[in-house]
């Protein structure tokens, strides 16, 4: 965690993705309510939860496509009501966010454990913008002595891919970039690609970083297998419900400078796309690797229906 920031600091920093990474988010978002709620010193619930509301508003209006900001979000608010009173409210808020904090992370650890032994020594691996799940795995399996290569895209316009190499190279391993462009090029030469996930449909579609269609399609060509690194909460309860996830458009600035751009040339700059679940393989998670096809049963198990009805 980083310095301590509001609720609206926290929102801002998540909207310019100076706060970035579907599950930094989310853990950042719950520590913000979190410590709106500790700060709260007053003795009326029903202020204190209109607060918590506002504030639960803000977050999620930051950014549109990974829903494990959503979920981190409900998982805060799970079993709280200003009838409780307002200390117990505060107190079950505050538990609610540090619970979801702790497991989150002790996710990507055992995310980390489980998809190592999916990587053989030797491999050449492949991964897709700046996942913290998907370089769990890779880290592990480096740190179990398995010799191995890793290549990473750039991710533009982000370049998360160069964020990726400090993380690798801090790591001990020396990782080598790509341009995105390149995958496809590169793929006759990589047993295994291992990305992240923004979210996960209940029929086992994976959004992600835009590119990572791409890179699933021309590993499905090649017959690389496609790996998945992603926490339970990154699968959506939302989408059982027939809901399409948003897929983030964010301002051409970020792809060319306006002066670059002629007078009635257009930009567009989408941030997430939609990779069908016949190209992966296998989803990594905390509980285990299943198949995409097993998203319906994760949401059901791990989410649960209850938390679905209550905030859906
Ligand atoms: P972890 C990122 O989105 C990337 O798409 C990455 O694959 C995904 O979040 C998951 O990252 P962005 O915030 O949760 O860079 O595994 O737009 O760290």
């Not at 002790?106 to 998809?115: K, L, N, T, Y």
């Not at 793929?187 to 579609?205: F, L, W």
């Not at 909460?233 to 670059?260: C, H, Q, W």
Request: proline share 4%.
């Amino acid at each position: 965690m980083g310095a301590q920031l509001s609720l609206e600091e926290t929102a801002a920093s998540i909207r310019s993705m100076e706060v970035r990474g579907a599950g930094e988010i989310a853990r950042r978002a719950a520590e913000a309510l979190r410590q709106e709620a500790l700060d709260y010193n007053g003795h009326d619930p029903k202020e204190l939860w209109a607060r918590m509301q506002k504030g639960r508003d803000a977050l999620l209006a930051s950014r549109p496509t990974a829903v494990s900001l959503w979920n981190g979000v409900q998982a805060v608010f799970k079993g709280a009501s200003p009838e409780m009173g307002a200390e117990a409210l505060r107190k079950t808020l505050a538990s609610n966010a540090d619970i979801f904090i702790k497991r989150s992370k002790e996710a990507v650890e055992v995310i980390g454990r489980v998809g190592a032994k999916r990587i053989r020594d030797g491999d050449r691996v492949l991964t897709h913008c700046n996942s913290k799940a998907a370089l769990s795995v890779i880290i592990q399996a480096h740190k179990e002595g398995k010799s191995i290569d890793v290549f990473a895209t750039e991710s533009r316009p982000w370049r998360q891919g160069l964020q990726t190499l400090r993380d690798l190279a801090s790591a001990g391993i020396k990782p080598t970039l790509i341009v995105d462009s390149a995958a496809r090029w590169l793929m006759k030469d990589v047993d295994v690609v291992v990305v992240g996930a923004d979210t996960i449909c209940s029929n086992g579609a994976l959004i992600n970083k835009i590119g990572t269609s791409q890179i699933a399609l021309a590993a499905h060509e090649a017959r690389v297998p496609f790996l998945v690194a992603a926490e339970t909460f990154k699968f959506s309860p939302k989408t059982m419900y027939g809901e399409l996830v948003e897929i983030e458009e964010r301002d051409s600035s970020e792809v060319a400078r306006p002066d670059e751009v002629p007078a009635g040339a257009k930009v567009l700059n989408p941030v997430f796309d939609a990779t069908p679940p016949e190209y992966i393989d296998a989803i990594i998670t905390e509980v285990g690797v299943v198949p995409p096809s097993a998203a319906y049963e994760i949401i059901v198990k791990e989410l649960g229906h209850e938390f679905i009805f209550e905030r859906n």
